[in-house]
């Protein structure tokens, strides 16, 4: 009799020392089935191989946190409609006020003959649509279509395409005459090539919230994630353009003898040219010209650290909206200030959004279309810079219970501050009795 045969025959399930090489284990129905060295050293790999797995999840997780912003959902929706609507109105309001004087500032026989034009074209790359108008019923005919353009540009109607019309028409007005630009039309070039990445016509449109998220004809070809991948990667370009600037015009400044001394806000606000009336009281108080001169060269040096930081990121944004304000109301500076200012709120869209839902009296919360969900989502601000989630409220377990019991629910893609359209991705609920924590 082989050792350890009568144990195995009266006592189940069980083995001797003996019997090293193999094992036995109970079944149901009182079999016996043996595992030799091949399982358990494939159990033993198996648990090696899902500690390594964890290991490297651990190490990967802070790695891939960049990338899971970037594609779980449309960041600053608010910040970039906005945006959109203030290069619109900067830009029908100069045309606006240069409809007496548009053929003297814009004209083929305005300012610069049209040799000269054709020839700074030709040399300095300065293409511009107004250059085909060879007489000025075929110019007006250019600049009311632009008037049209930027006018549908303010009020999100049209879309990319018109928003393309857009940049077209204000680099072909500034190329007939860059005299008038004050610094918002270099800022205007560069990121209204980064709006056309965004959803930026999905607020601050005057199209009813369901009309405004319609889909387009390129939506049907283009999958989901590469929308929301452009989307974002489109708000973080904008971003890092406001803290290029922000960081090189401190850096300038830092050079400069009147901002180190201090004194260079109360020279600029003493310059004729840029005068306003009333402003004379200001020069008699030197202490706050030279605190708000060295605040000023302060938060544009470290803005970029300050915007990484939620409790600084506020306060240096509205530190940078006030001196914006400022140049545009007392400098004269009115599309720079607020193509500016514009800017600041992509850091702040979360904020910016709350606000003019209270101005409104609308709510552009996301919620889910699942019945047993709560209706009234809690918005909570992230600490990035760029991200705030919304999370709902947790329903009742006897929703979790009849939510499970139909097998599936429905959830949708987190957005910064109001709701997108399209279809939402189906989270299947666990099943009643399970242990695994039931999704929030």
């Given at each position: 009799?082989r050792?350890g045969?009568?144990?195995?025959?009266?006592?189940k399930g069980?083995s001797?020392p003996?019997?090293?090489a193999?094992?036995?284990?109970?079944i149901?129905?009182?079999?016996?089935?043996?595992?030799?060295p091949?399982?358990?050293?494939?159990?033993r790999?198996?648990?090696?191989g899902?500690?390594?797995?964890d290991?490297?999840q651990?190490?990967?997780?802070?790695?891939?946190?960049?990338?899971?912003?970037?594609?779980?959902?449309y960041?600053?929706v608010a910040?970039?409609?906005?945006?959109?609507?203030?290069?619109?109105?900067?830009?029908?309001?100069l045309?606006?006020t240069s409809?007496p004087?548009?053929?003297?500032?814009?004209?083929?026989?305005g300012?610069?003959?049209?040799?000269?034009?054709?020839?700074?074209?030709?040399?300095?790359d300065?293409?511009s649509?107004l250059?085909l108008?060879s007489?000025?019923?075929?110019?007006?005919?250019?600049?009311?279509?632009?008037?049209?353009v930027a006018?549908?540009?303010?009020?999100?109607?049209?879309?990319?395409p018109?928003?393309l019309?857009?940049?077209t028409?204000?680099?072909s007005?500034?190329s007939?005459?860059s005299?008038?630009g004050?610094?918002?039309?270099?800022?205007?070039?560069?990121?209204?090539?980064?709006?056309?990445?965004?959803r930026?016509?999905?607020?601050?449109?005057v199209?009813?919230?369901?009309n405004s998220?319609?889909?387009s004809v390129?939506?049907?070809?283009i999958?989901?994630w590469?929308?929301i991948?452009?989307?974002?990667?489109?708000v973080?370009?904008?971003a890092?353009q406001?803290?290029?600037?922000y960081?090189?015009?401190?850096?300038?400044?830092?050079q400069g003898?009147?901002?180190?001394?201090?004194?260079a806000?109360?020279?600029?606000?003493?310059?004729p040219e840029?005068?306003?009336p009333?402003?004379?009281?200001?020069?008699?108080?030197?202490?706050?010209?030279?605190?708000?001169?060295?605040?000023?060269?302060?938060?544009?040096?470290?803005?970029?650290?300050?915007?990484?930081?939620q409790?600084?990121?506020?306060?240096?944004?509205?530190?940078?909206?006030?001196f914006?304000?400022g140049?545009?109301?007392?400098?004269?500076?009115?599309?720079?200030?607020?193509i500016?200012?514009?800017?600041?709120?992509?850091?702040?869209?979360?904020?910016?959004?709350?606000?003019?839902d209270?101005?409104?009296?609308?709510?552009?919360a996301r919620?889910?279309?699942?019945?047993?969900?709560?209706?009234s989502?809690?918005?909570t601000?992230?600490?990035h810079?760029?991200?705030?989630?919304?999370?709902?409220?947790p329903?009742?377990i006897?929703?979790?219970?009849?939510?499970?019991?139909?097998s599936v629910?429905?959830s949708?893609?987190?957005s910064?501050d109001?709701?997108l359209g399209?279809?939402t991705?189906?989270?299947?609920?666990?099943?009643?009795?399970?242990?695994r924590?039931?999704p929030?």
């Amino acid at each position: 009799m082989r050792p350890g045969s009568w144990i195995r025959r009266h006592v189940k399930g069980c083995s001797t020392p003996f019997e090293s090489a193999t094992s036995s284990t109970t079944i149901p129905g009182g079999r016996s089935a043996r595992t030799g060295p091949r399982k358990a050293r494939s159990r033993r790999s198996i648990r090696s191989g899902s500690m390594r797995t964890d290991s490297v999840q651990r190490l990967s997780a802070p790695m891939l946190q960049p990338l899971n912003w970037v594609l779980e959902g449309y960041h600053a929706v608010a910040a970039v409609g906005f945006i959109r609507a203030v290069y619109g109105l900067t830009t029908l309001g100069l045309m606006l006020t240069s409809w007496p004087d548009r053929h003297l500032f814009f004209g083929p026989r305005g300012l610069l003959s049209s040799t000269e034009l054709k020839d700074q074209w030709t040399n300095e790359d300065a293409w511009s649509v107004l250059n085909l108008a060879s007489t000025p019923l075929v110019f007006d005919v250019f600049y009311l279509v632009f008037m049209a353009v930027a006018l549908l540009t303010m009020l999100g109607l049209g879309g990319r395409p018109v928003l393309l019309l857009h940049y077209t028409g204000t680099w072909s007005l500034f190329s007939q005459n860059s005299l008038l630009g004050d610094g918002g039309d270099n800022l205007m070039y560069i990121c209204g090539i980064f709006l056309l990445l965004t959803r930026c016509f999905d607020r601050f449109t005057v199209l009813p919230a369901k009309n405004s998220r319609r889909t387009s004809v390129l939506s049907r070809w283009i999958p989901g994630w590469a929308s929301i991948l452009a989307h974002n990667t489109g708000v973080l370009l904008i971003a890092v353009q406001i803290c290029i600037v922000y960081f090189i015009a401190g850096s300038f400044k830092m050079q400069g003898e009147m901002w180190t001394s201090g004194t260079a806000l109360y020279y600029v606000l003493r310059n004729p040219e840029y005068h306003l009336p009333g402003m004379e009281l200001l020069f008699y108080f030197a202490f706050p010209s030279v605190i708000a001169t060295y605040i000023t060269v302060i938060s544009q040096v470290f803005f970029p650290v300050l915007v990484l930081f939620q409790r600084t990121r506020v306060a240096a944004v509205i530190l940078m909206m006030v001196f914006h304000l400022g140049i545009a109301v007392m400098m004269g500076l009115t599309s720079f200030g607020l193509i500016m200012l514009a800017c600041d709120t992509i850091f702040v869209s979360h904020h910016l959004a709350t606000l003019i839902d209270k101005i409104t009296g609308r709510s552009h919360a996301r919620t889910a279309t699942d019945p047993h969900t709560s209706p009234s989502p809690e918005v909570t601000a992230n600490a990035h810079p760029l991200k705030t989630t919304i999370t709902p409220t947790p329903e009742p377990i006897t929703n979790r219970i009849a939510a499970s019991q139909e097998s599936v629910g429905t959830s949708v893609h987190e957005s910064t501050d109001q709701p997108l359209g399209g279809p939402t991705e189906p989270k299947a609920f666990p099943p009643v009795g399970d242990n695994r924590k039931a999704p929030a």
